[in-house]
């Protein structure tokens, strides 16, 4: 049969349904047949809204496509030699978004009933399998849409289907393989429908009904990406780079306008430049692409160097995550691998592996500021959350948290790692059982002021052949705000950004084993995890590493002070005489320790006059609201909440009880020119 938009197919699909119908209202109770009505002309008007719009590829509907041709299925209906009906979709092509199918075949064992669609391209799904073992129901009255949980042949084996002829169809089914598969297909050209039985030893049927239900994509580009990273070879310090392409394919409908790209780059690629079509910002990793016509592709290089140790596997993924119009085959920024807007390019680094070499804490904090925390003799007295004095800083705060248990003894301070340090030599030791690759321990060193730097090394940091593959990460943070630490690989582990990863094995006595931490910007916590890398099995075992001394410079205060001025009056108001000035005097700590008993001064030049009661404080020179007392409004003092200002003579008298890192004093007062 013909679409229902062919001159004659609307009348007889009508004549088809009503038929059905008045057999069916000889039967019914009153309520049902005004249900059934509804039903009825409901699919008429979707009928007639398709005869109307089939043709219009810019607006998303669907069509019906309808073959009552009635067939037998017996013996000589073998999948072999199939009985087929097809359904004729002519006109103006268009994109197909969605397939339903509906069938009808009346049936004395329906699970003998094979179903297959074939599309125009030669895209075939075996949409219903049959299962002649168990399905001994009779008929076949379905409707075939993904979108149902339910699958074919899996309602009542022996329950029989309604005879009624559809629509609507008697029963909502999944079918056996998706009908997604038709989607972004051309709808043009013969549906082949082909119905078989596999079991033609007996049990015979005739095939009714059968409705193709196409839905158009709407307005759409067909975008893709790709990336490409440079050839090798890859060694540290070496350029390297990415080259990432969006096509918006020929046969697309639509250009794109507005697309973007995200490209966040991994550790162990230092960016130095970006060169191509558009806009790259690499502090947020969004290619803003612009503009890419039908037919097109724009296209970017990002230059870089190579920064990870032999061995370090460098992976860079990029997805398209804005655009103007849909993509007909994939959804901008889900995340979803599978889709043709979602590249990755990976490299990993050759060359011999030798022990890095760690940056001196020596050039950054002299030997005589630097502070040595000695786990040696120190006891470990809780279970996983234990204080330890440490001299120039105070207390010292050690939590251990893990996904598994810990083996029994651990976490302890002993010598059982070594680093090659010594047969004597203690620290920090974490035994874990991991049941699973992703179980890890979490340690966090919390200080009780920040220091400038910070260096230690964790000893066995290695790789067990079907066992274990160590993986430390190690993040810091000043004042809430993330500090990124160098990590020194050693000869069985390398280095990606803040991640070190076991692939080869150490003995606990050997540095082979050892990688490095240094922070050399103030840090007030340290987070280490330590678990495994995907290379270990789902059941990595036991496994075991060790935080040595931490070495790290003094604490240290850096005040700074800066002074600004503004007329009060307005964007328009002049420095002339009679005019009022305001001032704020701003004091910051940017070092690591706390300042304390602070005091600033200000010398009021003599062509100025201070106005009495105008000084207040606060943390920036906004929020400065609070009244200070300048001993000319009464004579009770300065306030200390929390900073104080008062004035003698013409000079003004600033002063802080503390001043933490990061911590701000501001200071404003207003005076006359005179």
């Not at 057999?23 to 009505?37: N, Q």
């Not at 697309?259 to 780059?265: K, P, Y």
């Not at 090394?457 to 000043?478: E, M, P, Q, R, Y």
């Amino acid at each position: 049969m013909n679409e229902k938009s062919n001159a004659q197919a609307p009348d007889v699909s009508a004549r088809l349904t009503m038929f059905g119908y008045s057999k069916l209202m000889r039967c019914m109770p009153s309520k049902d047949r005004i249900l059934t009505v509804f039903s009825v002309m409901w699919r008429l008007i979707v009928a007639a809204f398709a005869i109307g719009f089939a043709q219009v590829a810019s607006a998303q509907t669907t069509t019906t496509y309808v073959n009552g041709t009635d067939g037998t299925i017996n013996g000589s209906t073998t999948c072999a030699a199939p009985l087929v009906r097809n359904f004729v979709v002519s006109g103006t092509s268009f994109t197909v978004a969605d397939v339903d199918l509906g069938f009808f075949a009346t049936h004395t064992w329906r699970g003998d009933i094979r179903i297959t669609l074939e599309s125009p391209d030669g895209t075939r799904v075996q949409l219903v399998d049959g299962d002649a073992n168990s399905t001994s129901g009779d008929h076949l009255n379905v409707l075939l849409d993904d979108a149902h949980g339910t699958t074919v042949n899996t309602d009542s084996a022996t329950g029989d289907h309604d005879t009624t002829a559809p629509p609507p169809f008697d029963n909502d089914f999944s079918p056996n393989a998706p009908l997604s598969a038709f989607n972004g297909v051309a709808s043009a050209g013969t549906w082949r429908l082909e119905i078989c039985d596999i079991f033609t030893g007996s049990d015979d049927g005739i095939f009714r009904h059968a409705e193709l239900y196409l839905t158009s994509a709407p307005p759409y580009a067909d975008l893709s990406l790709t990336k490409n990273v440079s050839a090798a070879p890859y060694v540290n310090g070496n350029a390297v780079s990415y080259t990432l392409r969006v096509t918006n394919a020929p046969s697309s409908p639509l250009g794109a306008t507005g697309v973007q790209v995200s490209d966040v780059l991994p550790a162990g690629f230092d960016f130095d430049n970006a060169s191509g079509d558009g806009l790259y910002d690499d502090v947020t990793g969004v290619w803003t692409v612009g503009n890419v016509p039908v037919g097109t592709f724009r296209e970017i290089v990002i230059n870089g160097t190579v920064d990870a140790t032999s061995g370090a596997t460098v992976t860079n993924v990029a997805e398209i995550i804005a655009s103007s119009v849909p993509d007909i085959d994939s959804t901008v920024n889900n995340g979803n691998a599978s889709e043709d807007d979602y590249a990755t390019a990976s490299f990993t680094v050759s060359g011999t592996r030798v022990a890095g070499t760690p940056p001196n804490l020596n050039a950054f904090c002299s030997a005589t500021d630097q502070i040595l925390f000695d786990w040696q003799g120190r006891p470990w007295t809780n279970a996983t959350n234990n204080d330890f004095t440490q001299i120039g800083i105070g207390s010292i705060n050690y939590d251990l948290t893990t996904d598994t248990a810990f083996v029994a003894g651990s976490p302890a301070i002993n010598s059982t790692n070594t680093g090659g340090v010594g047969a004597g030599e203690q620290g920090l030791f974490v035994n874990l059982n991991n049941n699973l690759q992703t179980d890890e321990a979490t340690i966090v060193m919390t200080l009780p002021t920040a220091v400038p730097g910070m260096q230690f090394t964790v000893f066995d940091i290695d790789f067990g052949n079907n066992s274990f593959a160590d993986k430390l990460t190690v993040t810091g943070s000043f004042d809430g705000t993330p500090v990124t630490p160098t990590l020194t690989n050693g000869i069985a582990n390398y280095v990606v950004g803040n991640i070190a990863i076991g692939d080869a094995g150490s003995g606990s006595a050997s540095a082979d084993g050892n990688v490095v931490v240094t922070f050399l910007a103030p840090v007030d916590t340290v987070t280490i995890k330590y678990g495994n890398h995907t290379t270990a099995p789902t059941n990595p075992g036991n496994q075991f590493m060790t935080i040595a001394d931490v070495n790290h410079c003094g604490p240290e205060t850096n005040l700074s002070v800066t002074k600004v001025s503004s007329i009060v009056g307005g964007a328009n108001a002049k420095a002339l005489p009679d005019a009022t000035v305001r001032y704020c005097i701003l004091v910051n700590n940017s070092g690591s320790a706390t300042a304390t008993s602070v005091v600033a001064t200000d010398n009021i030049p003599s062509d100025l006059t201070y106005t009495p009661g105008t000084i207040r404080s606060g943390t920036s020179c906004g929020t400065a609201t609070t009244i200070e007392d300048d001993n000319n409004v009464d004579n009770s003092g300065d306030e200390d909440d929390p900073f104080g200002a008062s004035i003698t003579g013409s000079t003004l008298t600033m002063t802080a009880a503390s001043l933490g890192p990061a911590d701000n004093m501001a200071i404003t007062f207003e005076a006359t020119i005179n």
